[in-house]
């Protein structure tokens, strides 16, 4: 009898551990996604990841919505993207997603340089991660 509820314990517990790692994969595929469509300014890309809600923050303190946030980015998109120290947190259908974002921009023509830490929450809708909020704070420029 402790044989199987041993066997029975450990089952649910590999099966939890499975689906965590599952939905972590899932919230990094994500994470990629956003990034790759930032770089190429995707708009349908953008449009997909993003949740309608989006609360879009920068580091200079401007927040935007889902369709300024997309109508940005396709304008003046970044012209390559590094993400460091990235650490995922998933409970429920919420993902917070922090790391280092370092890269370069074309903001309208002119070329920048960016470096700042950011936080994101994803949820989880009708079994596809989106991007619920983004809050970034700059970070001294390396030398």
């Not at 923050?57 to 120290?85: C, P, R, Y």
């Not at 993902?95 to 340089?113: I, M, S």
């Amino acid at each position: 009898m402790k044989k199987i509820l041993f066997i029975v314990l450990f089952s649910a517990c590999t099966a939890i551990a499975f689906a965590q790692t599952a939905d972590q994969k899932a919230v990094e595929a994500a994470v990629e996604t956003l990034r790759q469509a930032m770089v190429s300014g995707d708009k349908a890309a953008l449009e997909n990841i993003a949740a309608d809600a989006l609360s879009y923050g920068h580091s200079n303190g401007k927040i935007e919505d889902k369709a300024t946030f997309v109508a940005a980015l396709v304008k003046s998109h970044f012209i390559k993207i590094d993400l460091t120290e990235q650490t995922v947190y998933i409970n429920d259908n919420i993902a917070l997603v922090r790391h280092k974002l370092t890269g370069e921009n074309n903001d309208n023509g002119t070329p920048g340089k960016v470096n700042i830490a950011v936080l994101t929450v994803w949820q989880k809708q009708k079994g596809q991660w989106k991007l619920l909020g983004r809050q970034a704070v700059k970070l001294v420029q390396p030398s």
